[in-house]
């Protein structure tokens, strides 16, 4: 057990851990930006400048022993991400160097592409974009450099009281109507990492999405009616549900959690 939690990357996953976990743990957080290191301290958290790339001696010293939650992205305009890789990769090694407890890496569920499949936590992995490739390649690094204490966790599409996709979806045209949604709540996901940290570090690979998955137009239409925005519309017809369905059974029940948000119905709700 540790007292101690390394938030590198303090965006919008990162500023949940920290409100949420922050009166129960020690919270260092790194930034880029000199307002959100204010907010980190505001909230009782303490604040180091870090750019991925810089020299990483402070930021793993002060990380000896903590829980290293590492939530640094790409960025969607770089197209590039050898060096992105690269960075990371190197920041692993030097977490492990200075003994960090446990390094949990949050990825996401496109390594798997979108194939149509039911996707278990051992399925092989398919990435088709840079971003997918580049989050494969450093799971793969960090699960060979780092052993036991490193957890994968894969996240389906983030929702959260200021975040849903029905929102920038509502009113265009879209296909896909009967692919399945894998959606999580960031209420779920905040409990899925500070159940991670009470457990002794594994080596594990985890997924994090609901347990239910509606097709695209039902879902999204009855979302725009609950938020009283225009509907989307849905091109093709095609009967019967289709697309890559994220199975997360086997994570909920290693953790002990049941997921409060199961269903994406249940999402909308809470917004």
């Given at each position: 057990?540790?007292?101690?939690?390394?938030?590198?990357?303090?965006?919008?996953?990162?500023?949940y851990v920290?409100?949420?976990?922050?009166?129960?743990?020690?919270?260092?957080?790194?930034?880029?930006?000199?307002k959100?290191?204010?907010?980190?301290?505001?909230?009782?958290?303490?604040?180091?400048?870090?750019?991925?790339?810089n020299?990483?001696s402070?930021?793993?010293?002060?990380?000896?022993n903590a829980?290293v939650?590492?939530n640094?992205?790409?960025?969607?305009?770089?197209?590039?991400?050898?060096?992105?890789?690269?960075r990371?990769?190197a920041l692993?090694?030097?977490?492990?160097?200075?003994?960090?407890?446990?390094?949990?890496?949050?990825?996401?569920?496109?390594?798997y592409?979108?194939?149509?499949?039911?996707?278990?936590?051992?399925?092989?992995?398919m990435?088709?974009t840079?971003?997918?490739?580049?989050?494969?390649?450093?799971?793969?690094?960090?699960?060979?450099?780092?052993?036991?204490?490193?957890?994968?966790?894969?996240?389906?599409?983030?929702?959260?009281?200021?975040?849903?996709?029905?929102?920038?979806?509502?009113?265009?045209r879209?296909?896909?109507?009967?692919?399945?949604?894998?959606?999580?709540?960031?209420?779920?996901?905040?409990?899925?990492?500070?159940?991670?940290?009470?457990?002794?570090?594994?080596?594990?690979?985890?997924?994090?999405?609901?347990?239910?998955?509606?097709?695209?137009?039902?879902?999204?239409?009855?979302?725009?009616?609950?938020?009283?925005?225009?509907?989307?519309?849905?091109?093709?017809?095609?009967?019967?549900?289709s697309?890559?369905q994220?199975?997360a059974?086997?994570?909920?029940?290693?953790?002990?959690?049941?997921?409060?948000?199961?269903?994406?119905?249940?999402?909308?709700?809470?917004?």
């Amino acid at each position: 057990m540790t007292d101690k939690i390394t938030l590198c990357g303090c965006g919008w996953l990162g500023n949940y851990v920290l409100q949420e976990l922050v009166s129960e743990y020690s919270i260092l957080g790194t930034t880029r930006d000199a307002k959100r290191a204010g907010l980190i301290k505001e909230k009782g958290g303490s604040a180091l400048y870090f750019e991925l790339g810089n020299d990483p001696s402070e930021l793993c010293q002060r990380s000896k022993n903590a829980t290293v939650i590492l939530n640094i992205p790409p960025g969607r305009r770089n197209q590039n991400l050898t060096q992105y890789t690269q960075r990371m990769c190197a920041l692993i090694d030097s977490f492990v160097a200075h003994n960090a407890r446990q390094i949990i890496f949050i990825s996401t569920t496109s390594v798997y592409g979108e194939h149509e499949r039911t996707v278990t936590e051992n399925a092989e992995l398919m990435p088709q974009t840079e971003s997918a490739k580049a989050h494969g390649a450093i799971e793969t690094y960090l699960l060979q450099r780092a052993g036991d204490v490193a957890t994968v966790v894969r996240l389906a599409g983030l929702v959260g009281p200021d975040r849903h996709p029905a929102k920038s979806l509502a009113g265009k045209r879209l296909s896909q109507a009967h692919r399945v949604v894998n959606l999580i709540h960031i209420e779920d996901i905040i409990r899925a990492l500070k159940k991670l940290i009470g457990l002794p570090p594994s080596g594990k690979t985890l997924h994090l999405c609901c347990l239910d998955h509606p097709g695209r137009k039902e879902y999204y239409s009855f979302c725009a009616e609950k938020l009283n925005l225009p509907l989307p519309i849905f091109d093709d017809q095609e009967a019967g549900l289709s697309g890559k369905q994220i199975d997360a059974t086997a994570s909920w029940q290693y953790l002990g959690l049941t997921p409060r948000y199961a269903s994406p119905f249940d999402m909308i709700s809470g917004n």
